[in-house]
């Protein structure tokens, strides 16, 4: 898929059409199982995290997360530029659970992983983009990747402070289409006790942060957002 491809068409006016500023993405809670430090262990200081495929642990632990593909990308824009515009040389640091539901570093299983975390610079078109797995979706929350703004990579891997934290949520169809696959059999299960509305994280709102998709479970799937900061 060509770089931002899925993403230019999203980007543009305020809902009248008017050409106004973007609509700065919510903040969110970073959860439990961020592995930046603020709770328990910190990947972003490790040699390796800067990487675009996620789906194996890196430095002195070893594994790959199994699941259907998915190329996750996030177009970074200025919030406070009315021509949305974009911002190269950010730093976006995602992660999101297993296809069984679990946090490498935190969850039964795989503390002794740290895949499905990652870091990348914004390119020219603000666009950051990752290699990984569709994550699963367990008891209470809806399917969700979570990520983190920083000024550049330098602040990412140092530990500064993060201009932005916030959190993707899957579409519907996709995530059906998804947990048809083996190995997300709970998931199906999970998902059909929530909803995007009661969801503890989106249920205020979640119009900047539902994700287009395209693809399919045999083919892999893409997942893009326009993601608008102050920087």
């Known amino acids: 898929m060509a770089a931002g491809a899925a993403l230019v068409p999203l980007i543009g006016c305020g809902s009248d059409g008017s050409g106004g500023p ?5 903040d969110e809670t970073e959860g439990p199982y961020p592995g930046d430090g603020t709770n328990g262990p910190n990947v972003l200081t490790e040699s390796g995290i800067v990487r675009s495929d996620i789906r194996s642990s890196f430095g002195a632990l070893s594994g790959t997360a199994a699941g259907v593909p998915l190329t996750l990308e ?3 824009v200025d919030a406070g530029d009315a021509t949305c515009a974009a911002l190269s040389g950010l730093a976006v640091y995602a992660w ?5 539901g679990g946090y490498s570093l935190y969850s039964s299983g795989v503390t002794d992983q740290n895949f499905l975390r990652g870091v990348q610079e914004s390119d020219a078109d603000g666009v950051v983009r990752f290699t990984t797995i569709f994550p699963g979706c367990y008891d209470g929350r809806w399917p969700h990747v979570h990520f983190e703004v920083f000024a550049g990579l330098s602040a990412a891997t140092s ?3 993060a201009l932005k934290t916030s959190q993707l949520a899957f ?7 998804a947990y048809a696959a083996s190995g997300y059999e709970s998931s199906v299960s999970n998902l059909s006790r929530v909803s995007l509305d009661s969801d503890g994280i989106f249920r205020d709102g979640y119009d900047n942060q539902l994700a287009t998709v395209t693809g399919d479970a045999s083919s892999g799937f ?7 900061v102050d920087p």
Request: proline share 7%; glycine share 4%; aromatic share 0%.
């Open 74 to 76: 996030l177009m970074l």
């Open 22 to 26: 973007c609509d700065e993405i919510p």
């Open 96 to 100: 999101h659970c297993t296809k069984d």
């Open 222 to 228: 893409v997942a893009s957002l326009v993601v608008s």
């Open 159 to 161: 530990g500064d402070a």
């Open 171 to 177: 579409p519907e169809d996709a995530c059906s289409d």
